[in-house]
Each structure stands twice: as C-alpha cells, then as structure tokens.
C-alpha cells in the first residue's frame, strides 16, 4: 500500500507541475502512465531487464511523445485543451488494446521486474520501497526549487494571466511546451515503476478515468503547493482503502467526501498544514477555509 502512495503521488506531482503550475487542464495525463508501463512490459518481454536502460527509456519515449502530442494540444486553450489532451489519451487506450500480441484488452503479465545490476533487488519488497521513497523525495525537492525558480516563476504567471506574459516577452508556448515534457517524463517513470510493483502491464493505465484520479489528488491536496500532489495521493488511496474495507458502496461514500471538500475546503487538504500568522502550524487555517462564510451565503 505504501509502494502504490509512493508511485501515485510521484504520477501526482508530474500532474501538477500543468495543473497547478501551468493552469493546463489535461484529462490525458494518465497517458503517459501508460506509456512508462508499457515500454517497461515489452523490453522484459524482449528480454531486456536492465532497469537502467528501461526506466530512462520509458521516460524518454513520454517526453517524445508528450512533446508530438503537445505541439498540437497547445494551439487549443480552455475546453477544447481539455477534450484534445482526452482525446489523445483514449486514442492511445483503443490502441494499446489492439495490441493483441501483449494481451490486448487483458493486458500482460510482467514477464521479470528490472533488475539494476545487483544494486537493487526489486523483489526485496522493502528495498523497492525505499527506492521509491527516495526517487519521492528527490523529486519533491526539485518541484520546489523549479517552483522557486525562474522557470517556475514564468510558469505561474502563465497560468494566472498569459497575455500579459506574452506581453513582457516571454515566449509562453515553450514553457508550456517544455512544461508538458518535463511532466510526461516523471509520469512515465512512475509508470514503470507500477508496471514493477503491479507486475503486470495493461491499457487500464492509460483510460480516462486514471486522469481523473490524479486530477482529484492533486486538487485534493492542493494546487501548486509543495507537498499536496503527496497529501491528496495519501488521502485519496488511504480513504479508498478504508471504505472498501467497510462495503461494496464504498464509491458512493467517498464522491460525498469530495462535494464537501470541494464546498469547504479552499487551499485543498495542505491548507490545514499551512503556517498561521505567526508562524506557526493550525489545525484549521482561516485564510484557507469558508467555515466563517458558508459556501451559499453570498458575501456580505
């Protein structure tokens, strides 16, 4: 369980970089997850093992990919970016089915997981663990320097008003672009890192539906915030753990939870870590959450 939060909150943060950096609303991201999976699934199958050809592969080959597909998307903007980038991804989902001779629909057994010359055995599941938790962290870190940084900075003022970015000089398609390919990468090497844990590789990864999982646990967290892609993948697959413990319902419960964050939470689930005036942390953080104003009482 603790490998599965790991690798969803790394696909988490690949998102957010466009979601919540970029403003970009893509229901195609899971794509990418795909993608890593697959590349790792039909190297074993050939015969290549070696980790260290197969994950900077898969990476390659989503940021590749993400920059084809990319080049086309962002000529669109709001709703149709939307519908482009979903578009793409059940494209790619149909053709992953047809690919009869690694399970088609059914997908395919992971044939051995990657092997990195006897640095890291994969099927010590503590070790995998702690590899795991080591490519999070390093990459957590990166996620807030880039935030912090120039690129980071022109990323944000992209999402808040473009036209006056473009305004100032700044060649925004290419940081959008550069943006997409930067995600699609980190995606895909969570993908081959499921495709490892889960060994096994199918077109489920790639649907729809797996984008908008990770669409809610990033906004679950909190949007551009440095640790929330992390927190939303915790609470999403702890709660979704927890209630399908309990029944076979366990759906109808959790898309209740959401109406209430969605109409009580500003700031997503981070906010409640968020330093209070005067430095220090509070429970419930005023500026982030309308429990003083309820959502349907108009301002006064």
């Known amino acids: 369980m603790g490998l599965r939060v790991i690798i969803f909150a790394i696909a988490a943060l690949s998102l957010d970089l466009i ?8 229901f195609g991201h899971a794509l990418y997850l795909g993608i890593g999976a697959y ?21 390659a080959i ?17 709703t149709f970016f939307i519908m482009i980038t979903l578009a793409f991804a059940q494209m790619m989902f149909y053709g992953a089915s047809s690919l009869y001779d690694y399970g088609g629909d059914d997908g395919m057994h992971l044939a051995v997981r990657s092997t990195f010359g006897g640095l890291v055995d994969l099927y010590d599941s503590r070790q995998f663990y702690y590899l795991a938790l080591a490519v999070l962290v390093v990459l957590a870190g990166l996620n807030i320097r880039l935030a912090r940084a120039r690129f980071g900075t022109v990323l944000k003022g992209i999402c808040i008003n473009e036209r006056r970015m473009e305004a100032a000089g700044f060649p925004t398609f290419r940081y959008k672009l550069a943006a997409c390919v930067l995600s699609a990468a980190v995606c895909g090497l969570a993908g081959a890192m499921l495709a490892n844990a889960a060994e096994f590789v199918g077109p489920q990864y790639m ?5 908008a999982e990770l669409m809610i646990m990033v906004v679950a967290g909190g ?64 500026g982030s959450f309308r429990w003083a104003r309820p959502f349907f009482r108009p301002r006064a």
Do not use: C, N
């Open 62 to 78: 989503s940021a590749l990919l993400a920059a084809a597909l990319s080049m086309v998307a962002l000529r669109t903007s709001g």
């Open 207 to 211: 649907d729809w539906t797996r984008s």
């Open 39 to 59: 590349v790792v699934g039909i190297l074993a199958d050939a015969g290549v093992e070696s980790g260290f050809v197969q994950w900077p592969l898969a990476m």
């Open 19 to 26: 979601l919540g950096q970029t403003g970009l609303v893509s």
């Open 223 to 286: 949007l551009a915030t440095p640790f929330g892609a992390i927190i939303g993948a915790l609470a999403y697959l702890g709660i979704e753990k927890y209630l399908s413990d309990l029944t076979i319902h366990w759906r109808l419960g959790f898309g209740a939870l959401l109406i209430l964050l969605v109409f009580l939470g500003r700031g997503g689930l981070s906010a409640l870590f968020a330093p209070g005036p005067a430095g220090q942390t509070t429970p419930v953080h005023k």
